[in-house]
């Protein structure tokens, strides 16, 4: 049997994750394959993705920037990335470079493991409208939430969304009353990355019962958490997402369905922490 083999691209690609949650599972299932890194500058995607048949590489991950260029590039597309309008996931049948969409498992996979039955909560606010908010948007619709509103300061990026997605979706450019009956706040914008110690909401509008999650991974615990936190609200914080999108990658080119556990977790805590 051939060493199988995966990647994750981006430029630049040296502080993705991803090659350690692989990594760890290839280990811990004893399946003889690799996954790495490579740096591949947006000019060169195409000739990149143009080789893959060649190079012995049955697919790979995708990350910034080359999401929406992936998705203008690959042969057919999953449901998923059609309707959020770019592709993170790739691989190759029968000859053909296909391109999914799992950032949406991986916000709902997230929520399932740290807040089951987070969807009957009720309306959710979203904020932000960038790619990484068509995924959670669309993971909010497939859970059947049936009222969504998005929060951007640049009200006509949030009205294109919420015409992408129709019914039940609304836009808003400031956050307002919003919050007052809301069951779940999201924070799909960079705000509160990186010791940017900037709140993206106040979560002392929001009801008691609601769940506050942040896709923002680093730090773990973004300054909108915290506050909800010590409010006293349920948090979830960023990098489940992050260990949930691998799964439908890892099982396409391995063959293998992997889990996310606490171990793997705390491996990549410790990696974060460690930088």
Same mark, same amino acid.
């Given at each position: 049997? %051939?060493?199988?083999?995966?990647?994750?691209?981006?430029?630049?690609?040296? &502080?993705?994750?991803?090659?350690?949650?692989?990594?760890?599972? !290839?280990?811990?299932?004893?399946?003889?394959?690799?996954?790495?890194?490579?740096?591949?500058?947006? @000019?060169? !995607?195409?000739?990149?993705?143009?080789?893959?048949?060649?190079?012995?590489?049955?697919?790979?991950?995708?990350?910034?920037?080359?999401?929406?260029?992936?998705? %203008?590039?690959?042969? =057919?597309?999953?449901? %998923? $990335?059609?309707?959020?309008? %770019?592709?993170?996931?790739?691989?190759?049948?029968?000859?053909?470079? +296909?391109?999914?969409?799992?950032? +949406?498992?991986?916000?709902?996979?997230? !929520?399932?493991?740290?807040?089951?039955? +987070?969807?009957?909560?009720?309306?959710?606010?979203?904020?932000?409208?960038?790619?990484?908010?068509?995924?959670?948007?669309?993971?909010?619709?497939?859970?059947?939430?049936?009222?969504?509103?998005?929060?951007?300061?640049? !009200?006509?990026?949030? =009205?294109?969304?919420?015409?992408?997605?129709?019914?039940?979706?609304?836009?808003?450019?400031?956050?307002?009353?919003?919050?007052?009956?809301?069951? #779940?706040?999201?924070?799909?914008?960079?705000?509160?990355? &990186?010791?940017?110690?900037? #709140?993206?909401?106040?979560?002392?509008?929001?009801?008691? &019962?609601?769940?506050?999650?942040?896709?923002?991974?680093?730090?773990?615990?973004?300054?909108?958490?915290?506050? $909800?936190? $010590?409010?006293?609200?349920?948090?979830?914080?960023?990098?489940?997402?992050?260990?949930?999108?691998?799964?439908?990658?890892? @099982?396409? +080119?391995?063959?293998?369905?992997? @889990?996310?556990?606490?171990?793997? =977790?705390?491996?990549?805590?410790?990696?974060? @922490?460690?930088?």
């Amino acid at each position: 049997m %051939a060493e199988k083999k995966a990647f994750v691209t981006g430029h630049p690609i040296a &502080h993705s994750r991803s090659p350690k949650i692989h990594g760890h599972w !290839l280990a811990k299932y004893g399946i003889d394959g690799t996954y790495q890194a490579i740096d591949v500058r947006p @000019e060169d !995607l195409a000739a990149f993705l143009g080789s893959l048949d060649k190079s012995g590489l049955r697919g790979g991950n995708v990350t910034i920037p080359h999401k929406e260029t992936a998705f %203008a590039l690959v042969d =057919r597309r999953d449901e %998923a $990335a059609e309707i959020i309008g %770019a592709v993170n996931t790739l691989w190759l049948e029968d000859g053909v470079l +296909w391109g999914g969409n799992s950032d +949406w498992i991986g916000f709902a996979g997230n !929520l399932d493991q740290y807040a089951p039955g +987070w969807a009957a909560n009720g309306p959710a606010v979203v904020l932000g409208a960038g790619g990484a908010s068509r995924a959670v948007i669309h993971a909010l619709k497939q859970r059947g939430v049936k009222d969504i509103r998005i929060v951007n300061r640049t !009200l006509p990026r949030a =009205r294109e969304l919420a015409d992408r997605f129709g019914a039940g979706v609304s836009a808003h450019g400031a956050v307002g009353e919003l919050l007052a009956d809301a069951g #779940l706040l999201v924070n799909t914008t960079s705000i509160g990355m &990186h010791g940017d110690a900037t #709140l993206a909401a106040d979560p002392g509008g929001l009801p008691d &019962h609601a769940i506050v999650t942040d896709i923002v991974y680093v730090p773990l615990e973004t300054p909108l958490l915290a506050a $909800a936190r $010590a409010r006293g609200l349920k948090t979830v914080d960023g990098l489940g997402m992050l260990l949930h999108q691998a799964v439908p990658g890892f @099982e396409r +080119w391995f063959g293998k369905k992997p @889990e996310v556990t606490p171990e793997l =977790r705390r491996m990549i805590v410790a990696d974060i @922490e460690g930088h």
